[in-house]
Each structure stands twice: as structure tokens, then as C-alpha cells.
């Protein structure tokens, strides 16, 4: 089928090809988290964080050549370096909370992050929380408590801690591009994996990792954070948010399949009944905020 016979212009073919393709890179994260043998969380993240520094970088000259130095010089105004400093956070706390509970449980509640988004952008930014969105942010937040309460049986609540940081960092690092949306928050992204490496080189005990672990933790930085959030980005470029975030769940529904496939590692049942109650909380607002966004553009045309 063509994308004329589809209805779909070539921008919004191009926007769901890139969506679809971010989710997918980022699904990636559990399994390679899980092939990795001997090395320990600080030493992943070293090489994961420097590894997606590096691909950003040539994105960045890729994209503007000659100015690329004008570009990383506006990564040190304060919210650059406030950007910089949350996703850098944000990559710390996703990390240890694959390798503290299991990747169903770590996706499912960081797949939460754009109802957290939603409930901080009310205070932040005068974004009126309407009583559907509460409504279904609390039907996340039960699922959420189911999963805790296996999470805490089974002696995994850190992990869940840690996811829950991810969730924050994330609200807070979309909530801060939101406020500078007239720059380009790629340099001040690519800070971030930079500030996450050179923390994670002194936290960490040694740099030297079998040469597999240093394989998958290479791409867990260049394919699944580094082609991810590029491919993300690019989407948003055409088409609306909730989209994105609509196609993007590929993360969470595949990264548990892979994950399983690879190395069998099976969810509790409290992961899975909590997991659907947050993925239909999250699909759900998605496809409100997507026709929502549509019949707003429809009055304007």
C-alpha cells in the first residue's frame, strides 16, 4: 500500500517509521543489560554513557557542520546544563533498575512517564491537569501498587526505587526542553551522557571489563540510548506528542519479550496484572491527548 492510498502523508510516514524505530532500539536495553556477565553497574554505565556521548557528537556535527561548537556552547546555559544533569541522572537511575528487579517490572512503571509529565507540568507550567488525566494517573499509580507489593516479596523494591527515579527524571527533562522549545536540546542531551560518564569513571571500582560485557555495554549506548532517542526526536519533528508516546510503547511491550527470549526471564504475576493496568493507563491517555490534538488542528484548518 502506498503511503498516498493511506492516507498518510510522507512526514507522518517518516514520524511513525521513527517512532516505531526509537521504541525498538530502546526495548533493547533489558536483554543487553542481562547479557552482560561480570561487569558492575558503574562500569556499564561508563562505557554506555561515553559510547552515547560519542554518537550524539557526530549527530551534532552531522547536523551542523561548521556551527557544531556554537551548538555545545549553548548546552552551558543553565537549563542546558539543568537538561544536561537530569537525563544524565536519568540514565543512572534506568540502568539500576534493570539491574535490580526485573525488566518487566522497570519498564512498566518508566513507561509512566508521560502521565508524570502531565502532573508536573500543572505546577511548572500552568498546564491545567484536567480530571481525566488525575483519574487515569491514578489507575496507573494502583497498577504501579500491585507491582510493588510483588516487587517487595520478592526482595526487589530498590529496583523499583531506581525506576521510579527514571520516571522523575524524565518528567523533569521533557518538562525543561517544554521550557526552552525555541533551542535545540540535542548538545545539552549529549552534556548529560557526558556528565553520566565521568561520574560513573570515578564510581566505578575499574575500567577493566570482559571483552563481551564491554561489547554490549558499547551498545547499550550507540543503539539503545543513541539511536533511540535519536529516532524519538526525529519523530517528534513530525508527527504530535501523544503519538510519540503512543508509538514508543513498543519499549515497553518488547523489552520484556526480548528479555525473556534471551536469557527466560519470567515476570510475577503481580508484574503482569500491574504492567496492563499501567500499559491501558498509558494507551489510554495517549489516544485521548492524540484526538484531543486532532480535532484542536481540525478547528484550524
Known amino acids: 500500500m502506498s503511503v498516498a492510498s493511506s492516507g498518510l502523508s510522507g512526514g507522518q510516514a517518516r514520524g511513525i517509521a521513527f517512532g516505531l524505530l526509537g521504541g525498538l532500539c530502546l526495548s533493547f536495553g533489558g536483554p543487553l543489560v542481562r547479557l552482560i556477565e561480570e561487569a558492575e553497574g558503574w562500569q556499564i554505565l561508563t562505557y554506555r554513557s561515553g559510547a552515547f556521548t560519542v554518537t550524539l557528537l557526530l549527530l551534532i556535527v552531522a547536523k551542523y557542520g561548521w556551527r557544531s561548537m556554537d551548538a555545545i556552547r549553548h548546552a552551558f546555559s543553565s537549563i542546558g546544563l539543568a537538561v544536561a544533569v537530569t537525563i544524565g541522572s536519568g540514565f543512572c537511575f534506568y540502568l539500576f533498575a534493570l539491574l535490580h528487579t526485573t525488566v518487566a517490572n522497570a519498564v512498566f512503571v518508566i513507561s509512566m512517564g508521560p502521565l508524570f509529565t502531565a502532573a508536573i507540568a500543572w505546577p511548572v507550567l500552568g498546564e491545567k491537569l484536567s480530571l481525566r488525566t488525575a483519574l487515569i494517573l491514578l489507575g496507573a499509580l494502583v497498577g504501579v501498587a500491585i507491582m510493588l507489593t510483588g516487587a517487595v516479596s520478592a526482595g526487589r523494591l530498590l529496583g523499583n526505587l531506581f525506576a521510579f527515579g527514571a520516571v522523575l527524571t524524565f518528567a523533569v527533562f521533557v518538562i525543561l526542553c517544554r521550557l526552552a522549545r525555541d533551542r535545540d536540546m540535542l548538545a545539552a542531551t549529549c552534556l548529560g551522557g557526558f556528565f553520566a560518564a565521568c561520574f560513573s569513571v570515578f564510581m566505578a571500582p575499574s575500567l577493566i571489563i570482559p571483552p563481551m560485557d564491554y561489547v554490549y555495554a558499547l551498545l ?53 496484572i500491574g504492567g496492563a493496568i499501567v500499559l491501558i493507563c498509558v494507551v489510554t491517555h495517549a489516544v485521548l491527548a492524540l484526538r484531543q490534538t486532532r480535532l484542536r488542528a481540525s478547528v484550524f484548518d
Open 220 to 272: 547499550l549506548g550507540i543503539v539503545q540510548v543513541g539511536l533511540g532517542f535519536s529516532f524519538i526526536t526525529w519523530a517528534s519533528r513530525y508527527i504530535p506528542a501523544a503519538e510519540v508516546t503512543l508509538l514508543t510503547l513498543v519499549e515497553t511491550v518488547m523489552g520484556p519479550i526480548w528479555t525473556f527470549l534471551v536469557v527466560r526471564e519470567v515476570p510475577e504475576t503481580s508484574t503482569l
